[in-house]
C-alpha cells in the first residue's frame, strides 16, 4: 500500500487547502468543469479514448495501516464539520410538501449514478428538479454560452501561457503535460485551469465521458426532461466559469503544475474522495485530501479568496435562487456535495431561510 506525507492538523479550508494541486482537486467539483470536459470530448474529432478499468488505492485504508493515530485525528476533525454526514436531506417548509436535498459527484462512476437509499424514490415523486445550472441538458447551447465569453477560458491577443511562466516551471509543466501526450504548444492559450481540468481527472473517467457517459447532475436534468418534470437552474456555466476567472492566474498556474507532479497519487485522491462520498463522509473529503500534502507550498497563496468565491459566495446564490422553489414544495435538489457541510453549507443556509432540513441517509 502507498503511504503518503502527512501534514499537521488544521482548523480552517485556508489551512485545509494548503497545497494548491488539492486544491484544484477539490474545485473540480465545479459542475462547469464537468461540463466543459463532456462538451470538448463530444466535439473533437479526436478518437474516444479505450475504457480503461480505474485504478487508485484508498488512502485511508493506507493510513489504517501505517498510521492509526493520524488517521483518528482525520476522524476527529472530519466529525467537527457541521452536516458531514449523508448525501441526501429532507427539507421541509410549512402549508407544502416535502422537498429533497441530494449531494453529488459529478463523475460517470455508475456506482455514482446509482445513488443513495430513498434518493431514487424521492426523484421519482418530484414534480420540480433543481440543479446547479440546467444549461448541461444540452452540449450544444451549453458550448455556445461558453463561446459566447473566450474570455474566461482563453488568453486574450498574442498571450499565452508562457507569458506567466518561470524558466523551471516551464520545464516542468512541459514535461507533465508530454507525459500525458498534451504538446504544450496546442494548449497554451488556454488558461490553466482549463489544462488542469483535463490532467486532474482519471484515465477511466475521461474514458467513459468519451463514450458519451453522463455524469451524475447531467443524467438527472436529463432524466427530469424526459420525464416531463419542471427543470430549474440555480447558477449558468458562465457565472461559474466567471467564479474560477476571478481567481488569480498565478495561484491556477501552480495548482497545475503541482497537480502534474502528482502524478498517479491524483488516481488515489480520486478513488479515496469516492469511496467517501458513496459511504455520504463528505466531511472527511477535505481532511483526508490534506493528508497528502507535502506541506512544501505557501501559506498565503490566495486560498482565502478560494473559500469566498467558489464556495461561501455560491452557496449564497443558490440558497437565495431556490427558497421560492423549495416553499413550493415537492422539488428534488442536486448539487454538488461539497456545498452542503460546513457551517456556511446549503444545509444551513436553508436552515437560516426557515427550512427545517433533516439527514434522509
Known sequence: MTTFP?????????????????WLIASLHLLVLASLIAIVLCISDARAAEESACGGSNILAGLEQSDPTR?????????????????????????????????TMHVTDPRVLAMPEGAV?????????????????????????????????MFAGDKTINDFLRPEDRVRLE???????????????????????????????????????????KKLAEDAV?????????????E??????????????????ETLALGKTIDDVMATTTDLYLSGDTGMIMPMMKSVSSETAAKDFGFADFEQRIII???????????????????????????????EGLVELLRQRGFTVTPAN
Open 6 to 22: 502527512i501534514s499537521r492538523p488544521v482548523r480552517n479550508l485556508a489551512d485545509r487547502l494548503a497545497d494548491s494541486a488539492l
Open 71 to 103: 488517521l483518528a485525528a482525520l476522524r476527529q476533525e472530519a466529525d467537527a464539520v457541521p452536516n458531514g454526514k449523508g448525501l441526501l436531506w429532507k427539507i421541509e417548509a410549512q402549508g407544502s410538501a416535502p422537498s429533497w436535498l441530494l449531494g
Open 121 to 153: 424514490d424521492a426523484f421519482a415523486k418530484a414534480a420540480i428538479v433543481i440543479v446547479e445550472s440546467d444549461e448541461i441538458v444540452d452540449d450544444k447551447k451549453a458550448a455556445a454560452a461558453i463561446m459566447m465569453r473566450p474570455d474566461l477560458t
Open 175 to 217: 514535461s507533465g503535460l508530454k507525459e500525458r501526450g498534451i504538446p504544450l504548444p496546442l494548449v497554451a492559450k488556454m488558461k490553466p485551469w482549463m489544462i488542469a481540468s483535463f490532467v486532474a481527472l482519471p484515465a477511466c473517467e475521461m474514458s467513459r465521458k468519451a463514450a458519451g457517459a453522463s455524469f451524475l447532475d
Open 226 to 238: 424526459r420525464e416531463g418534470k419542471t427543470l430549474k437552474g440555480l447558477e449558468t456555466l458562465v
Open 240 to 257: 461559474q466559469l466567471s467564479a474560477m476567472d476571478s481567481l488569480p492566474v498565478e495561484l491556477h498556474l501552480q495548482a497545475l503544475i
Open 313 to 343: 459566495d455560491r452557496n449564497k446564490i443558490m440558497a437565495t435562487r431556490a427558497e421560492p422553489i423549495l416553499k413550493g414544495g415537492n422539488a428534488f435538489m442536486a448539487v454538488g456535495a461539497l456545498h452542503l457541510s460546513g457551517a
